[in-house]
């Protein structure tokens, strides 16, 4: 079955960085899709930057120009490089993957999910 296991999360100042990676076994697609969503406390969850396998991103708005994602070599890992982080930024970070059958930018419904790694920015 399909495991994401994430790394990289911690506490920051604010203005600081932090990379956040998730590798995924155990599937049978030739091409992966992965994500990066979050969940600040009492908030819903939301969708923070996604890649596709031939490296194509896209970005929630409130990220642009700060968070960079990125495939590794392998293509079946997804690094979250973050800079310039603010207390807004402060969330449970996910990592998801899916078929790139399932490609559909930001709204990419995915199917699978990591226990997440927690950010905190102070």
């Known amino acids: 079955h399909v495991q994401l296991v994430e790394s990289g999360g911690g506490s920051v100042q604010a203005g600081k960085s932090l990379t956040l990676s998730c590798t995924a076994s155990g599937y049978s697609w030739t091409r992966i899709a992965m994500g990066w969503f979050r969940q600040g406390p009492g908030k819903e969850r939301e969708v923070v930057a996604v890649?596709?396998?031939?490296?194509?991103?896209k970005y929630t708005e409130s990220v642009k120009g700060r968070f960079t994602i990125s495939k590794g070599n392998g293509k079946n890992t997804a690094h979250l490089e973050m800079n310039n982080l603010s207390v807004e930024d402060t969330a449970m970070y996910i990592c998801?993957?899916?078929?790139?059958?399932?490609?559909?930018?930001?709204?990419?419904?995915?199917?699978?999910w990591g226990q997440g790694t927690q950010v905190t920015v102070s």
């Open positions: 890649v596709d396998d031939d490296g194509i991103t």
């Open positions: 998801a993957a899916e078929s790139s059958l399932m490609w559909n930018g930001l709204k990419t419904d995915f199917g699978y």
